[in-house]
């Protein structure tokens, strides 16, 4: 059935790496990611379309409220779409009251700039990590979901999808997801608008043994010596990946149907056969498109 939903003419995407789009490797050397690859569907509903994203991995809050927000206001976009706070939760000495101001902030300049603000409890990788941080994320997600009744914001739960939290669909880095969780978080945003569904983004992926003992500690092992202690060494020296980066894009512009997202990119339109992907790596994760510095 066609979806009813007026035309989304202009989306802006304001967040860190998830909505920058780690690790969704292009074969250009960037990043493409859900952001992306929903514009490029939304291009498709609508002549003219238009499309920025402010987004730059590791950023906080403060500096996505600070930096991102008043810009993205400022262009009064149809779509805005809003994640962050999760780099924050990471950090040691973590002030959620300090979060929540900040949060407050941005949806309050947001909300009243598009005609739908979309925000997102975000998907986390199935493992202990997850289990340390899932007190914070819950709260996190908590004052999400006030925001978004009291600013009449709708929200996109990625939370609570068993298939996102499968370690296939995350990157080498733990941290960012691959080129399919990607495509199922723009699914699931694209059905979060009302607009008509595409396939099924919960589906879960095609059962597979779990790896031995020995490739699971290989993978441990590379994992801390390329991803952990650099990222480690970075919070001690108060630096962030993000450092001097700028947006990937700007200005509110142009973007044609399909955009990044073109299955001429080797992304599909649709589900993949089987209901999920198939190629796997020897600790059990799929491949990853890339990996990047959070």
Not at 47 to 55: C, T
Not at 194 to 204: E, F, I, R, Y
Not at 213 to 236: K, N, Q, T
């Amino acid at each position: 059935m066609e979806s009813m939903q007026p035309e989304i003419r202009s989306f802006v995407a304001v967040g860190d790496s998830f909505t920058e789009g780690m690790s969704d490797l292009r074969p250009d050397g960037g990043y493409r990611g859900w952001a992306d690859l929903l514009a490029g569907r939304l291009a498709g509903r609508a002549e003219g379309f238009r499309y920025a994203n402010l987004a730059v991995r590791g950023k906080l809050i403060g500096q996505i409220t600070g930096e991102q927000v008043p810009a993205a206001a400022a262009m009064r976009a149809d779509l805005v779409t809003l994640v962050g706070g999760l780099n924050d939760l990471l950090r040691p000495r973590y002030d959620l009251g300090l979060v929540r101001a900040r949060l407050e902030e941005a949806v309050e300049t947001l909300a009243p700039s598009c005609r739908t603000l979309v925000l997102m409890r975000s998907p986390g990788r199935r493992g202990p990590v997850l289990e340390r941080y899932r007190p914070r994320m819950e709260a996190l997600f908590g004052i999400l979901d006030e925001l978004a009744a009291r600013h009449g914001a709708v929200v996109a739960d990625l939370y609570t999808s068993q298939a996102l939290s499968d370690p296939r669909l995350w990157a080498e880095d733990r941290l960012h997801l691959t080129a399919e969780g990607h495509r199922r978080v723009a699914e699931a945003v694209w059905q979060t608008l009302g607009l008509a569904p595409g396939w099924d983004w919960t589906a879960p992926l095609p059962a597979q043994p779990p790896p031995g003992w020995a490739r699971r500690r290989l993978a441990d092992a590379r994992f801390a010596r390329v991803h952990l202690l650099p990222w480690i060494g970075r919070r001690l020296a108060g630096r962030s990946s993000g450092d001097g980066r700028p947006c990937k894009r700007p200005e509110l512009l142009p973007w044609p149907a399909g955009g990044a997202g073109a299955a001429a990119d080797g992304v599909p339109a649709g589900p993949p056969a089987g209901g999920g992907p198939a190629s796997g790596r020897p600790d059990g994760t799929l491949r990853a498109a890339g990996t990047g510095q959070p």
